[in-house]
């Protein structure tokens, strides 16, 4: 069974994939006294009918060998069969339960592997062939090391996938149909290679996958046969995701290799290259590119734009045609707006002729592309707009001819309030009623589970934005129908066993499976959507013509108290924000018999988040965002401030926790899916920390000093335990720093106490030299609270800062030449931190000689926008003191100038200049006449010849 090496070939033919005689990697093992030796696949051609075909003996004798390897199948006599389906359910537990007990036969897998794939064997089963390629991915996802390991994964198998993702139909009249993709018919070769790759990538990391591929990628680029064209491309669509950072080196020859093809003379290949780029700017949307952090769109609009507009007019193959639509949609998202503004024309005139095509899908892509443009930039559709509008008004009242075509008027709704949104009020407002009767009957035409409605909810909620006050009338017909939808439970059932959700009706895609305590929860999901969609109309309509919806108001909070609780994350999301937009509405309310009722029961919203976020302390980001925007509202009045300290008492105490669990994770060298999990978690707490310290801050703005010694006391304990361990991912520490800067930015000296206590650790992270993301933030935290320490203590802190102050200018020197924004804003707030503690005590000692030719060389601030103008007004004031001004060099001045010219305009900046240009004129001439002409007439421009 390993010697048809005339079938184990590649599509590219050159890569052999047969497997050598004298070591096959099928030794004899005793594995849980499973011994084989002996055994003969042979004695397996029995095997059970329904998944026996002529051609795959060799795949299924070798998955059923490698079910017993692992001990997971139990030993049959030699005369009896071992079910393939039993082998397959053997290697789908061992895969996710035990995976490192695969490591050592992770060679037969990867031969499994390429034994499935061979195109030898047309006839096989695609339920064997799936779950074997599942296995892979299953143990690379759980056990990313045990596969790296193996190099036959590296060597044959990746190119093997690779090469697979080229088995596909290259009949020309493929590209003609009105549909995207034939999603009735059963999951072929090149669909399981091409999502294996995906899988593969995320889980066992881009660098790895793309020094595997990339040998076959620079011959299959200039191929001329399509199918290898093909996998070239495919292989980059599916591996983007996963390998982003190991890509961004290469993006250059990614695109001068995938952008010709878009042109390719073979539909086939056209449509593949039209949806390799629009992943490549999904996957890459907003990521910076350069060293000027510039975008996908703008460094490579000169390489695509053109091929794209040229495949969407391809009217021979409507599938080509949509997929170039989708791209160019996905590349107009990022598009700045002067790389946009150069096709606009062009991409809009071209947009408009497709609206009258008479494909389905062609016409979908056209009003996505049109969305997408329109949601890029406000105002871009000002000129086009008597253009588009009339045309996709009579799309949206086109009723559906089938239920293939629901989604089309689904992007109607998206495309027109889209549209309606850039515009603003005032042109919309001859389109208005038009539009909104559209949309109304769409909405007393609903299906149950319809398409149509998420697009609609969302619809609705944009026209609310845009038209204000005149939605009003709306409402009252718009309300009743939310109602009834908020009101229906969706369908929630617990499961005794994982089994049982292969028998749930519908599968997977219907039902969202949650882990509730020991017990598996299925959420139906269908409506979940319309759900979260009706809740974002209420939030929509409470901040837009709020007075509307009060008469609803009774009704309409228990339906978002019930959203809060709500077991689907996106439904709590939802509820989140309209409860957040309703508890801003009832604080305006006046104090009269009619409001009174409405206002009562809407603020009470509050103690709901309050008891949801203590339900669930770290899954909580939304709510308590919500809880920070309710608090800084001038007229809340908040009851019970010691009810919001519990909740965060609760928050950080769950917050150790998780940093503790990490920390053992440190010691325990734990598996590399737990570590990725830990991470993710981490990553989720620093955000939930910053949101404690901005909830804070707004619990100090309603108490003041009096929550000092109540409220903080009890919070000190978690914020120096939080701060003292070491766990794998140390971001959370910057919750403690940020929280104490809070403190002191309240109260001044009457935090002394407290800053004292956590002085050690305070002064460890400013000396800590890690350069990881988390080590970092936490350092630029605790030089932020350095910052306040100086600024706001009125000198009680000037101990603490005279050992502090060098350590800051020593993180400055370290990370100077750092270009990531991060790494800028951790630099500027050191910069203003060492110039604080200059100004406000001098008494900590810094050397202005050696401390300024450090600090002002920052300027100006590129990153702490909201800081900067303090730290302007805060150096021109130390100008104006000859014990400070003795310190600036000429070129120092020079700078410090330029930034006042260029880069602020303060009323208190202008008068120090003046008083300074007074006191000092040829010091100040002289350092003027230093700077470049454009900045030297900046100056004169702003203040004066």
């Known amino acids: ?403 293939t075509w629901r989604v089309l008027r689904g992007k109607a709704v998206e495309c027109v309030t889209l549209i309606a949104l850039s515009v603003g009020k005032e042109m919309f407002a001859g389109d208005a009623a038009e539009v909104v009767g559209l949309l109304d009957q769409i909405l007393s035409e609903l299906e149950e589970y319809d398409v149509i409605s998420e697009y609609l909810y969302t619809g609705y909620s944009r026209l609310c934005e845009v038209m204000k006050e005149d939605f009003s009338p709306t409402v009252t017909t718009l309300v009743p129908h939310l109602l009834s939808l908020l009101t229906t439970n969706a369908e929630v059932r617990v499961l005794h066993h994982p089994n049982e959700v292969d028998a749930l009706p519908g599968g997977e895609d219907v039902w969202d499976i949650m882990q509730a305590g020991p017990r598996l929860m299925a959420i139906d999901t269908r409506g979940l959507s319309s759900r979260d969609g009706a809740l974002i109309i209420v939030g929509a309509i409470a901040r837009e013509c709020g007075n509307s919806l009060v008469p609803y108001l009774p009704e309409i909070v228990p339906v978002v108290m019930k959203g809060l609780s709500s077991l689907a994350g996106s439904m709590k999301e939802s509820a989140a924000i309209a409860a957040s937009d309703l508890l801003k509405l009832a604080v305006e309310l006046p104090d009269d018999d009619e409001m009174t009722a409405a206002k009562v029961i809407t603020l009470d919203l509050f103690d709901s988040i309050l008891r949801c976020i203590c339900d669930r302390p770290l899954e909580c980001e939304d709510l308590l965002e919500s809880v920070n925007e309710i608090l800084q509202l001038p007229k809340f009045n908040l009851a019970s401030p010691n009810s919001v300290v519990q909740m965060l008492e609760l928050i950080l105490t769950n917050m150790n926790g998780s940093a503790a669990e990490r920390e053992l994770f440190v010691q325990d060298n734990v598996d590399e899916a737990d570590m990725r999990s830990a991470m993710e978690e981490a990553s989720n707490c620093q955000e939930i920390g910053s949101i404690v310290v901005d909830v804070l801050d707004g619990l100090f703005e309603k108490v003041g000093l009096p929550l000092t010694d109540v409220g903080f006391k009890s919070l000190q304990p978690h914020f120096m335990t939080l701060v003292q361990k070491r766990p794998l991912h140390p971001s959370d520490h910057q919750t403690s720093f940020l929280a104490w800067s809070v403190l002191v930015d309240k109260v001044g000296p009457a935090a002394l106490e407290y800053i004292e206590e956590g002085r050690e650790v305070l002064l460890s992270h400013l000396a800590d030299t890690a350069i990881e993301p988390a080590a970092a933030a936490a350092r630029q935290a605790a030089v932020y609270l350095v910052g306040s320490l100086a600024k706001n203590g009125e000198g009680v802190f000037e101990d603490i800062l005279k050992h502090a102050a060098p350590l800051v200018l020593e993180f400055v020197r370290d990370v100077a030449e750092a270009t990531t924004p991060t790494m800028k804003s951790a630099i500027e707030n050191a910069a203003a931190a060492g110039l604080y503690v200059a100004r406000f005590v001098p008494s900590a000692g810094i050397d202005l000689d050696e401390a300024l030719p450090v600090l002002i060389p920052l300027l100006p601030f590129v990153e702490d926008l909201e800081e900067a103008p303090e730290v302007y007004v805060l150096i021109s004031e130390m100008l104006l003191r000859d014990d400070y001004l003795a310190h600036f060099s000429g070129s120092d001045l020079s700078v410090v100038l330029g930034v006042f010219a260029e880069n602020v305009d303060v009323v208190e900046i202008r008068n120090h200049v003046a008083q300074l240009r007074a006191d000092k004129p040829d010091l100040v001439e002289e350092a003027v006449s230093a700077l470049d002409e454009t900045t030297r007439q900046a100056f004169y421009d702003r203040f004066g010849a």
């Not at 899988?199 to 990339?214: C, P």
């Not at 086939?268 to 780029?277: D, E, H, K, L, Y």
């Not at 408009?352 to 105002?379: F, Q, Y």
Request: glycine share 6%; net charge negative; charged share 20%.
């Open 1 to 403: 069974w390993t010697s048809q090496s005339d079938k184990d070939q590649t599509m590219a033919g050159d890569n052999d994939y047969e497997t050598d005689s004298d070591s096959d990697g099928w030794e004899d093992v005793d594995d849980d006294g499973a011994d084989l030796e002996g055994w003969d696949p042979e004695h397996f051609e029995a095997l059970d009918p329904q998944f026996h075909c002529d051609g795959c003996d060799q795949a299924a004798c070798l998955l059923t060998i490698l079910g017993v390897l692992f001990g997971k199948v139990e030993k049959k006599d030699a005369d009896d069969a071992v079910p393939i389906d039993e082998a397959l359910g053997a290697l789908e537990s061992l895969s996710q339960d035990e995976p490192h007990a695969a490591g050592p036969h992770m060679p037969q897998l990867a031969q499994c592997v390429l034994h499935v794939l061979d195109v030898g064997y047309p006839n096989l089963d695609q339920e064997v062939r799936a779950g074997v390629i599942d296995a892979l991915c299953s143990l690379a996802e759980n056990a990313p090391a045990v596969v790296r390991a193996t190099a036959d994964v590296v060597d044959r198998v990746l190119p093997a996938l690779a090469a697979a993702t080229g088995n596909v139909d290259l009949d020309v009249a493929w590209g003609a149909a009105d549909t995207a993709a034939a999603a009735s018919d059963p999951m072929s070769l090149d669909d399981e290679a091409d999502a294996a790759l995906d899988r593969l990538s995320v889980a066992l990391g881009g660098s790895y996958v793309i020094s595997a591929v990339t040998p076959s990628l620079m011959e299959w680029f200039t191929s001329d046969d399509p199918k290898e064209k093909i996998a070239a491309l495919t292989t980059i669509t599916a591996i983007c995701e996963g390998s982003v950072e190991g890509l961004k080196p290469h993006l250059d020859q990614v695109i001068a290799a995938t952008a010709p093809l878009i042109t390719d003379g073979h539909p086939r290949v056209r449509w593949t290259a039209c949806g390799c780029i629009g992943q490549l700017a999904k996957d890459f949307e907003g990521e910076p590119l350069s060293g000027d952090f510039l975008l996908f769109p703008r460094l490579y609009h000169a390489q695509v734009m053109p091929g794209l507009m040229l495949a969407s007019a391809d009217s021979e193959n409507p599938r080509v045609q949509a997929h170039a639509l989708s791209a160019l949609s996905n590349f107009a998202e990022d598009m700045d707006t002067d790389s946009l503004q150069f096709y606009l024309n062009a991409v809009l005139m071209q947009l408009g002729g497709l609206l009258s095509s008479e494909h389905r899908i062609v016409l979908e892509g056209t009003l996505t592309a049109l969305a997408a443009i329109a949601s890029s930039n406000d105002g871009i559709f000002k000129d086009a707009y008597p253009h588009f509008m009339p045309p996709l008004v009579q799309v949206l009242g086109t009723p559906p001819m089938d239920s």
